[in-house]
Each structure stands twice: as C-alpha cells, then as structure tokens.
C-alpha cells in the first residue's frame, strides 16, 4: 500500500504563511504509479470534524478547495519527487488543526472528501495564533 508522510506544520502568526508537504512512497507495491493516485489535504480542529482542504488529481493537476481556504491556500504536485504541496497564505486562527494528507486511487471524478481516502499519512499540527 502506498505510505504516506507529511510534514511543514509549526506556530505561524496570523497573516503568516506555511508550507506543508506530502510525500508518497511504496505505492509500485501495488502495481500503480504516482500519477494514479489522487492526494488530498485534510484537517482535523479540537471538537470538530474532519473536513477536506484541498485535494489533487496527479495525472491532470485538477484540483479542489474548500470554500474557507480559495484564495489562500494552493495545492501542487512535484510528479518527480513523488510530492504534493500545500501552500498556506494569509493563514487565520480558524486554520489550526492537524493536517492530514491522503491518497486514493483517482476516480477522476472530482470532489474532495475524507470517506473517499484509503490511505492517511500521519498528519502535521498547524497552529495559527492571533
């Protein structure tokens, strides 16, 4: 099964910014490449749900955001370093939670929600003070 681990999270001020990274390996076990899969950004804040972020498909770089981060925050993939970034600007004390990364085999359908993913990296804490 494809591994997951992210990395990047820290103490930012608001207004500040941060950039996480998530890299994949071990997925050739299962017979697929990085391009098959898609990768999302997931967060999880004290008492709340998990909710999507941002997610990628790495064969055509489309990509979603949830309403609260459009605008601030943007997702890319490095296919040759088996990564996929999420760039965080203008981050605000709302953005602090762990963040997870996660991959499923891309549906190319679009969307970016949790019960979709099968595979979770360990997630990295983000926390943004006022």
């Known amino acids: 099964d494809v591994q997951l681990q992210a990395s990047g999270g820290g103490l930012v001020q608001a207004g500040g910014s941060l950039r996480l990274s998530c890299v994949a390996s071990?997925?050739?076990?299962?017979?697929?490449?990085?391009?098959?899969?898609?990768i999302g950004w997931f967060r999880q804040a004290p008492g709340k749900e998990r909710e999507g972020v941002s997610c990628?498909?790495?064969?055509?770089?489309?990509?979603d955001y949830a309403d609260s981060v459009k605008g601030r925050f943007t997702i890319s993939s490095d296919n040759a370093k088996n990564t996929v970034y999420l760039q965080m600007n203008n981050l605000k004390p709302e953005d602090t939670a762990v963040y997870y990364c996660?991959?499923?085999?891309?549906?190319?359908?679009?969307?970016?929600?949790?019960?979709?993913?099968?595979?979770w990296g360990q997630g990295t804490l983000v926390t943004v003070s006022s």
């Open positions: 996660a991959a499923e085999r891309d549906r190319l359908v679009g969307g970016c929600y949790a019960d979709e993913y099968n595979f």
């Open positions: 071990e997925f050739t076990f299962d017979n697929f490449t990085f391009d098959d899969y898609a």
């Open positions: 990628i498909s790495s064969s055509d770089g489309s990509a």
